[in-house]
Structure formats: structure tokens, C-alpha cells
């Protein structure tokens, strides 16, 4: 079987690459397993020099790496660029702080001496998507990697380009080979991956649907599992919001990367109050949404990354509309080559309809009108996702008691739209997924935390 890398823009093929037949990728799992047995004994100083080259090369080959991006999946190239600077954010966090996070704790107990040690798990497997090609593989790869582990990685399919320039940066910062991979394999290899006895852990960013196959096969064989899925996030719009500020956010949330990010701005929840105003501004401001080639630097919007893509959210519109719907803005094909989809706006949304109760994975935005707040917090929570919301507002304190005893998700964002941070856990609750990326809390998922008791 061939991986294809086309061209969201003209729907032409760039490239075909041969996927890894099993016993190629048995191979290199075998090889990996054996390399961690060394890198695990390496120094601490030695890793950090190896990471901190990786994001000197990630600065150098900026361009060309943004350039493999877009091309293969569509992102405008501002963001692109964006992206690999978050990489080499990320990098330098996890440098700075590593010795620190992995720093034994004394316990004071009963016994001579007792402590925590913290110790790698061994082979960490990667399922990664295509909407971040490289900053959702960096933020698992670089604390795992620091912490003694070694990784496979199994990339989107559509995106085999991207895979493959992330394993040669590794191999150019002199990492020793094997510690990082890259398989170009489809779907259907993963459960055997994961199954196999020299992988210890796996990582899943995806949908939630992949997520559940996933955590199947791990807690079949008991391997340890992270996973981040789909979200289907709130914003609460309160009378009291900054309104111009909040349209802003909101829109930049929604636009981000053409709409297709699991933590992207989707439902609107606005109160009765600012509810007329809001709408009014927020569709003017994606009306002016410039959409086109991801290579023109003025454009915020690219193509969808894949036709299906595109099939799936024009889908859902037209669903929700025949259901009952307003379409204020968007929702028609652009007529041009290329997978591209216009920034939309609905109303009138109600919990039958796709744009209440799905994940919309475009650049389409849901506008619903609460009656008051406790009614937007209601129907906020009323969704089988929790990964990140955020609410506008000028009373803070209300907010962040919202925020923290309320609002059902992994994060929320007070007068800002939801983003990543490599200081801050990232992740989900409840279909949204588990276990945490980023920060310290990220790195300790695949870390054994070890009990070390001297009589």
C-alpha cells in the first residue's frame, strides 16, 4: 500500500511513499527497545545537548519545515511557522526544567532513608494527526524522550512528508539512531503495534472514536495509555464582556488553523443582553475572513486538509439547517480547485442538530442564545466532550469560580480564547479523553514513579 501526500490547495499528488510491511515495522520496534536500553543509562546533560540541537535545527530549517506543513495539509503559512516556533518552545521548557522535575523527592517516613525516583517506562508508541504535524509529536516526544524513553512514532497518513522530516532532525542532532522513528503505516497496524510485548506505553491525539480502539487494545495487553480527543468547546459570552475584545477571541479561536483543532473555539453560548450585538459582530468579522492559498501570507483561511474533511463539515451544516438552523454566513463551496471551505456562522442552534451535539472540525461556528448565565453553564456542559471552554466576562472572580467548580472540561480560559502551552497540562475529560501532555503533570505519564524504602 502507498501513503499519498496531496495537496490540499489543487488536490494533486505530491508524493507517494511505500507504507512498512510488519516485518519492517517488528524491526523497528525491536531496534527501538534496544536503543532505549542504552539511551536510558545516558547522563542527563547529554539529552538536553541533543534536544537543544534539535531546536537549533527546528530554528535554522524554519521555513522549509512551515513549507512541508502547509503544502501537505493546508495550513497558511503564518501559522505554519507559528507552529515550529511552539516546537522549539517546547524544546527549551522541558531543557530548562528537566532536571528539576526529575529531581528525586525524600519522603519522611519510618525507614533510614525513602524517596521517589522517577524512572522511564521504555518504548512509547505515538498515533499522532495530521491538524499539528509537528507540535502535537514534539510535546509528547520531548519530555518522554529527556525523561530516558524511547519513541515510535505512527503519523496521520496523509501527512508521511511531515513524519519523515521529523525523524531526520532527530538523526541530525546525532541522536543515537533508533531512539526516535518513524513508521509509515495506515491505521490497521496499530492495534498490532500497541499489542506488541517491547512497546510500554502508547499516545493517542485523534478522535474520540480512535481513542476508544486505542484504550481497548492498551488495557487488553495493560499498556499505559494517554489519550487527547475531539472537543466540542464552549464560550461564554456574559452581558458584562468586553464585547469588541471577545468577538476578536472568538473568531481567532474558531479560525485557527482553518477551523481543525480539537481545542478550537466551536459552541458560542452568549447571554441574552450582548446576544444581538455579539452576533452582529462576530458574523461581519468572518464574513471579512480572507480564505485562499495557504502561501499568500494575508489569507487566515487554507483548504480543509482532505476532501472527506470538507464532505463531513458541509455535511453537518446542511444537516443542521434542514433541522431548523439559520445559516447567517458561509456554508457553500468555494468553486476553485483545492479542498476549501468558507468561514460559517449558525443559529438557532438546538440540541437535535449536528452544530449542537457534534464535533465540527471546519472553520464553522455555532451561535446559541442562554437566558441567563446559570442557563449558558448548562449548556455548556451539555455535550459528551470536555476538553477546553472559556468564559468573557469583567467580574474575574466569577469567572475563575466558573471555571474551576462548574464548567466540565480539562481547561478554561477567562477572557481568552483556548490554546496549548508547554507550562500548562493540556487535555480532556470525559469523551474528550485522559491523562495529561505539557507541564510536569505531561511528563510524569510516562515516567515510573518509583518508591525507593531503606531499613
Request: charged residues 25%; aromatic residues 10%.
Given at each position: 500500500?502507498?501513503?499519498?501526500?496531496?495537496n490540499p490547495?489543487?488536490?494533486e499528488?505530491?508524493r507517494?511513499?511505500?507504507?512498512?510491511?510488519?516485518e519492517?515495522i517488528?524491526q523497528?520496534?525491536r531496534?527501538?527497545k534496544?536503543?532505549f536500553?542504552?539511551w536510558?543509562?545516558t547522563t542527563?546533560?547529554?539529552?538536553i545537548e541533543?534536544?537543544?540541537?534539535?531546536?537549533?535545527?527546528l530554528?535554522i530549517?524554519k521555513?522549509?519545515?512551515?513549507f512541508?506543513?502547509?503544502?501537505?495539509m493546508?495550513?497558511?503559512i503564518n501559522e505554519?511557522?507559528?507552529?515550529?516556533d511552539?516546537?522549539?518552545w517546547?524544546c527549551?521548557?522541558?531543557?530548562?526544567?528537566?532536571e528539576t522535575?526529575?529531581q528525586?523527592?525524600?519522603i519522611t517516613?519510618?525507614?533510614?532513608?525513602?524517596?521517589?525516583?522517577?524512572?522511564?517506562?521504555?518504548?512509547?508508541?505515538?498515533v499522532?494527526?495530521?491538524?499539528?504535524?509537528f507540535?502535537?509529536?514534539f510535546?509528547?516526544?520531548?519530555?518522554?524522550?529527556?525523561?530516558?524513553n524511547?519513541?515510535i512514532?505512527?503519523?496521520?497518513s496523509?501527512?508521511p512528508?511531515c513524519?519523515?522530516?521529523?525523524?531526520?532532525?532527530?538523526?541530525e542532532?546525532?541522536?543515537?539512531y533508533?531512539v526516535?522513528r518513524?513508521?509509515?503505516?495506515?491505521?490497521?497496524?496499530?492495534?498490532?503495534m500497541?499489542a506488541?510485548?517491547?512497546?510500554?506505553?502508547t499516545t493517542?491525539?485523534g478522535?474520540t472514536?480512535?481513542?476508544?480502539?486505542?484504550a481497548?487494545?492498551?488495557g487488553?495487553y495493560?499498556k499505559k495509555?494517554v489519550?487527547?480527543?475531539?472537543?466540542?468547546?464552549p464560550?461564554?459570552?456574559f452581558?458584562?464582556?468586553?464585547?469588541n475584545?471577545?468577538?476578536?477571541?472568538?473568531?481567532?479561536?474558531?479560525?485557527i488553523?482553518?477551523?481543525q483543532?480539537?481545542?478550537g473555539?466551536?459552541?458560542?453560548?452568549?447571554?441574552?443582553?450582548i446576544?444581538?450585538?455579539f452576533e452582529?459582530?462576530?458574523?461581519?468579522k468572518?464574513?471579512?475572513?480572507?480564505i485562499g492559498d495557504?502561501?499568500?501570507?494575508?489569507?487566515q483561511l487554507g483548504?480543509?486538509?482532505?476532501?472527506?474533511?470538507?464532505e463531513?463539515?458541509?455535511?453537518q451544516?446542511n444537516?443542521?439547517?434542514?433541522?431548523?438552523?439559520?445559516?447567517?454566513c458561509?456554508?457553500?463551496?468555494?468553486?476553485?480547485?483545492?479542498?476549501?471551505?468558507?468561514?460559517?456562522?449558525?443559529?438557532?442552534?438546538?440540541p437535535?442538530?449536528p452544530a449542537?451535539?457534534?464535533?465540527?472540525?471546519?472553520?464553522?461556528?455555532?451561535?446559541?442564545r442562554?437566558t441567563?448565565?446559570q442557563?449558558a453553564?448548562?449548556?455548556a456542559?451539555d455535550?459528551?466532550?470536555?476538553?477546553?471552554?472559556a468564559?468573557?466576562t469583567s467580574?474575574?472572580e466569577?469567572?475563575?469560580q466558573?471555571?474551576?467548580?462548574?464548567?466540565?472540561?480539562?481547561?478554561c480560559f477567562?477572557?481568552?480564547?483556548?490554546r496549548?502551552?508547554p507550562?500548562?497540562p493540556f487535555g480532556?475529560i470525559k469523551?474528550s479523553?485522559y491523562g495529561r501532555?505539557?507541564?510536569?503533570?505531561?511528563?510524569?505519564?510516562?515516567?515510573?514513579?518509583?518508591?525507593i524504602?531503606?531499613?
Amino acid at each position: 500500500m502507498l501513503l499519498k501526500s496531496i495537496n490540499p490547495s489543487s488536490g494533486e499528488t505530491i508524493r507517494e511513499y511505500p507504507e512498512h510491511q510488519w516485518e519492517e515495522i517488528d524491526q523497528i520496534i525491536r531496534n527501538v527497545k534496544t536503543a532505549f536500553k542504552s539511551w536510558k543509562t545516558t547522563t542527563l546533560t547529554y539529552r538536553i545537548e541533543r534536544i537543544k540541537e534539535v531546536a537549533r535545527l527546528l530554528e535554522i530549517k524554519k521555513e522549509g519545515l512551515a513549507f512541508t506543513i502547509s503544502i501537505e495539509m493546508g495550513k497558511p503559512i503564518n501559522e505554519s511557522r507559528a507552529e515550529i516556533d511552539k516546537c522549539i518552545w517546547v524544546c527549551h521548557y522541558y531543557c530548562d526544567n528537566i532536571e528539576t522535575f526529575l529531581q528525586k523527592r525524600i519522603i519522611t517516613t519510618e525507614a533510614q532513608e525513602s524517596y521517589i525516583s522517577f524512572q522511564p517506562l521504555g518504548v512509547v508508541l505515538a498515533v499522532m494527526p495530521w491538524n499539528f504535524p509537528f507540535w502535537q509529536v514534539f510535546r509528547f516526544a520531548v519530555p518522554a524522550i529527556l525523561a530516558g524513553n524511547t519513541a515510535i512514532l505512527k503519523h496521520a497518513s496523509n501527512v508521511p512528508g511531515c513524519a519523515i522530516a521529523i525523524e531526520d532532525l532527530f538523526n541530525e542532532a546525532d541522536f543515537p539512531y533508533d531512539v526516535f522513528r518513524t513508521v509509515l503505516a495506515s491505521n490497521r497496524k496499530v492495534e498490532r503495534m500497541i499489542a506488541n510485548k517491547r512497546v510500554s506505553a502508547t499516545t493517542l491525539t485523534g478522535s474520540t472514536k480512535a481513542g476508544q480502539s486505542v484504550a481497548e487494545t492498551a488495557g487488553r495487553y495493560l499498556k499505559k495509555c494517554v489519550l487527547e480527543l475531539g472537543g466540542s468547546d464552549p464560550y461564554l459570552i456574559f452581558d458584562d464582556a468586553d464585547l469588541n475584545h471577545a468577538v476578536d477571541a472568538c473568531v481567532k479561536g474558531r479560525l485557527i488553523n482553518t477551523g481543525q483543532s480539537c481545542i478550537g473555539a466551536k459552541r458560542f453560548i452568549v447571554t441574552p443582553g450582548i446576544y444581538n450585538d455579539f452576533e452582529n459582530l462576530f458574523v461581519e468579522k468572518m464574513k471579512a475572513a480572507t480564505i485562499g492559498d495557504p502561501f499568500d501570507e494575508k489569507n487566515q483561511l487554507g483548504p480543509m486538509a482532505r476532501g472527506n474533511i470538507r464532505e463531513d463539515i458541509l455535511s453537518q451544516v446542511n444537516k443542521s439547517v434542514s433541522k431548523g438552523a439559520t445559516l447567517l454566513c458561509g456554508g457553500q463551496l468555494i468553486d476553485s480547485p483545492g479542498y476549501y471551505f468558507p468561514a460559517t456562522v449558525l443559529s438557532n442552534i438546538q440540541p437535535e442538530q449536528p452544530a449542537y451535539s457534534q464535533e465540527l472540525f471546519g472553520p464553522v461556528a455555532s451561535l446559541i442564545r442562554a437566558t441567563d448565565e446559570q442557563d449558558a453553564i448548562r449548556i455548556a456542559n451539555d455535550t459528551t466532550f470536555g476538553l477546553g471552554s472559556a468564559i468573557f466576562t469583567s467580574d474575574i472572580e466569577k469567572a475563575k469560580q466558573i471555571g474551576e467548580q462548574e464548567l466540565e472540561a480539562g481547561c478554561c480560559f477567562v477572557n481568552d480564547f483556548v490554546r496549548s502551552d508547554p507550562r500548562l497540562p493540556f487535555g480532556g475529560i470525559k469523551e474528550s479523553g485522559y491523562g495529561r501532555e505539557l507541564s510536569v503533570f505531561g511528563l510524569y505519564e510516562f515516567i515510573n514513579i518509583k518508591t525507593i524504602y531503606v531499613r
